[in-house]
């Protein structure tokens, strides 16, 4: 998705992008009560930062930087809230919130949003080596709770 230089332009392809961003907000954070202000903060700093956007570059892309750059300049915000992950609507993404800390995010990135790992590196400003590594782990976890689950159903 490309954009023009027009400020506006941001702002209507941000908000085709939010349910994404949401998902993406979500799996960084891990805190469904923060997810909103989160994205809310990201698509403000993206709205501010428009005229920096490199238009041969993808919006999505830049939008999950985005996400990642405020999520680890707000620690205050990484005290868990105590809340269930798997409530306030976000029950289809207790699987992928159930991953262990930092896997999800690259998990989602590169399977769910088809980046490639050199994107999803980027984005979140590990090494490729690093994305490949959490893909596998969420992989390998995956497995062993397909693998638990039969058992319990045999």
Same mark, same amino acid.
């Given at each position: 998705?490309?954009? !023009? ?7 209507? %392809?941000?908000? $085709?992008?939010?349910? +994404?961003? +949401? +998902? *993406?907000?979500? /799996? ?23 005229? !920096? *956007?490199? @238009?041969? $570059? ?5 939008? *999950? ?15 868990? #809230?105590?809340?269930?992950?798997? #409530? @306030? ?15 999800? &995010? #690259? ?6 949003? %088809?980046? #490639?790992?050199?994107?999803? /590196? ?10 490949? &590594? @959490? ?11 397909? /693998? %638990?689950? &039969?058992? +319990?159903?045999?």
């Amino acid at each position: 998705m490309t954009l !023009q230089p027009d400020h506006t332009d941001i702002r209507r %392809d941000l908000v $085709s992008l939010l349910p +994404r961003l +949401r +998902r *993406f907000a979500l /799996a960084v954070c891990e805190q469904p009560d923060i997810v909103d202000e989160l994205v809310g903060d990201a698509c403000l700093q993206a709205v501010l930062k428009a005229p !920096q *956007f490199d @238009n041969g $570059s993808r919006l999505e892309s830049w939008a *999950f930087a985005l996400i990642q750059s405020v999520w680890m300049d707000q620690p205050k915000k990484r005290t868990s #809230s105590g809340e269930d992950t798997g #409530s @306030n609507g976000f029950t289809g993404y207790h699987a992928i919130l159930g991953l262990p800390q930092g896997i999800a &995010a #690259s998990f989602l990135l590169v399977c769910v949003e %088809d980046h #490639s790992y050199a994107e999803a /590196a980027s984005i979140l400003g590990i090494p490729p080596e690093a994305v490949a &590594a @959490n893909v596998v782990a969420a992989r390998v976890h995956f497995a062993h709770q397909i /693998a %638990d689950s &039969a058992e +319990r159903r045999a």
